[in-house]
């Protein structure tokens, strides 16, 4: 499945105009992002003055990633070692920290940003039709960063808002006002988590970006007696994991919060993303011009624009 990237966009004039909000209190900055052929998201970055590569969004990984081979070439020192959590494709191993003095994230200086050092070779494999220049790939930008400067992720405009303040976004009251439905977010051991049910059973589900698909583990649909058709295979996690066989169906009784995801196309597999169900991707958070406000720990969804 592909996604298109033109569509919806959330004016920032609607963000101003709103009486909650004050133009004085909005220090922003924002990049654009763009989808890779298979439907990642990336966006350009500039470290230490370089010349522009792209970085994957991914609020799946808990660290910002920094390819080997760029910091080498621009002889980063290790200042700490981190070691892979449990829910890890490589957990036990150990990475170096480094830190480049300025990273540029679009119009955005995020300045002295520590960025765990390991290769990105799945990454550098993508590919897009929608950028024309060099699309060489060096990094991924994680829910560390993200947490620091309350972004704000409009993956339907294709835009990232940054506050160094992190005072971004209107209340919640503004954003229902124009039609959103309001989901609560926490952290959880670095993780972007929302609460919801499947067929009334409670589950706690990911919120990645660096996932293409929403992907439920093949437990929770046999739980719930979802029918499903085989989908083919599918490397879970999506930037550096394994492959798995994957199906596909429809949810009859989905919720997010209280946001009601009744019909939403789900996939299966047997990966037990524990203590999660499963993980919610990128195609289901643009058919419902997700507004994934970090600093504000939301999650604000429109009814989907698609059948699924």
């Known amino acids: 499945m592909r996604i298109s990237a033109t569509g919806h966009f959330l004016a920032l004039g609607l963000l101003l105009a709103h009486p909650s909000v004050g133009k004085s209190d909005l220090e922003f900055r924002y990049t654009k992002i763009i989808f890779s052929s298979d439907d990642h998201l990336v966006t350009p970055v500039s470290v230490n003055h370089t010349p522009v590569t792209w970085w994957a969004v991914d609020t799946g990984a808990p660290r910002s990633i920094i390819d080997t081979e760029l910091a080498k ?33 679009g119009m955005f200086h995020a300045g002295r940003v520590a960025c765990v050092e390991r290769s990105i070779k799945n990454i550098r494999s993508l590919r897009t039709t929608v950028w024309n220049g060099k699309f060489e790939k060096t990094g991924l930008i994680g829910l560390d960063l993200l947490a620091r400067y309350g972004a704000i992720i409009n993956i339907r405009a294709g835009k990232i808002f940054f506050s160094p303040t992190g005072n971004l976004g209107m209340s919640r009251q503004g954003y229902e006002q124009i039609g959103f439905t309001y989901v609560p977010l926490a952290f959880t051991g670095g993780r972007l988590v929302v609460n919801g049910t499947i067929s009334r059973e409670k589950c706690a589900f990911l919120i990645d970006t660096g996932a293409p698909f929403t992907v439920l583990d093949e437990s929770v649909r046999r739980q719930a007696n979802i ?40 996939c299966f597999a047997p990966f037990s993303p524990r203590p999660f169900a499963g993980i919610i991707g990128v195609d289901f958070l643009y058919y419902r011009s997700a507004l994934i406000d970090i600093g504000g720990r939301a999650l604000y969804l429109k009814p989907s624009t698609s059948g699924r």
């Not at 200042?79 to 890890?88: H, I, P, R, W």
């Not at 009859?252 to 019909?263: E, L, P, R, S, T």
Request: proline share 5%; aromatic share 10%.
């Open 227 to 266: 029918p499903f058709n085989k989908a083919g295979t599918l490397m879970l996690p999506f930037i550096r994991g394994a492959v798995f066989r994957v199906n596909s169906g429809t949810a009859g009784d989905f919720k997010i919060g209280d946001y009601d995801a009744k019909g939403a196309t789900l």
């Open 73 to 105: 070439r621009l002889e980063l020192q290790a200042v700490e070692q981190l070691k892979a959590s449990q829910y890890d494709a490589d957990k036990g191993s150990t990475f170096p920290i480094v830190e480049p003095d300025d990273l540029q994230i």
